[in-house]
């Protein structure tokens, strides 16, 4: 734990270092904001390139919150700890991405994202495919709480219900990642937007199904 603890603190401030680095070196104007059609719609100061890491480290100490919180909430072992950890590691690892892509944008002055060698939406579900797999491994051993896993008023009704909603949600979770990442490896742009939007919003709904017919079951 403690060593992950030391790669999230790292992760939480390199954003950071490389933008204070990387800023003497940004063009005085930077493209500051992209329409749906991948075209600059504003541009802005090269300082506001130090925004998006500012918001990674205000994450970054939101989730070790919600971390001491979860661990609070167990009564043994440190399961739900450890699972908001590598959520938050693994948010900051997409937070780092992100900000190498715009600085490379914000370097290159780039007016038009699709002139980018990696597409954006197919970086960032990649990313999120990864992170759903990882959470989906996590869930079984997830202890009842308020702060992560599967949770509706009907998986929180008793231990049994929690323990089934966690397993259930773990395998949607894993089967939801994969076809996320086909989705990002096979589309991009707006098509991998939307099939990424559709394979969560069909997870969510089939998960939160679960929940409610199992509660009924066991209530």
């Excluded at 003497?24 to 904001?33: K, R, T």
């Excluded at 802005?44 to 919600?66: D, N, R, V």
């Excluded at 780092?96 to 060698?117: A, C, G, I, K, R």
């Amino acid at each position: 734990m403690k060593n992950k603890k030391w790669l999230y603190f790292i992760l939480m401030l390199l954003p950071l270092a490389v933008s204070l680095i990387a800023l003497p070196f940004l063009p005085s104007q930077i493209p500051a904001h992209y329409g749906a059609d991948n075209q600059v719609t504003r541009w802005g100061s090269k300082y506001e390139a130090l925004l998006l890491p500012l918001l990674t480290i205000l994450f970054g100490l939101f989730m070790m919150l919600m971390a001491r919180y979860a661990a609070k909430q167990e009564k043994s072992g440190g399961s739900n700890e450890k699972a908001v950890v590598i959520t938050g590691l693994c948010s900051l690892l997409l937070f780092n991405l992100m900000n190498f892509y715009f600085l490379y944008t914000d370097f290159h002055q780039v007016e038009n994202l699709s002139e980018v060698p990696v597409d954006l939406f197919s970086l960032v579900f990649l990313c999120l495919g990864i992170f759903l797999i990882l959470c989906g491994a996590l869930m079984p051993r997830l202890k009842n709480n308020s702060i992560i896993g599967l949770r509706t008023r009907w998986s929180r009704k008793n231990d049994i219900t929690w323990e089934k909603s966690q397993k259930f949600g773990g395998v949607t979770f894993i089967i939801s990642g994969f076809c996320m990442i086909a989705a990002s490896l096979l589309t991009n742009g707006t098509a991998c937007f939307l099939w990424s939007m559709a394979i969560l919003l069909a997870d969510t709904v089939i998960s939160v199904w679960y929940t409610y017919r199992i509660a009924k079951k066991y209530s």
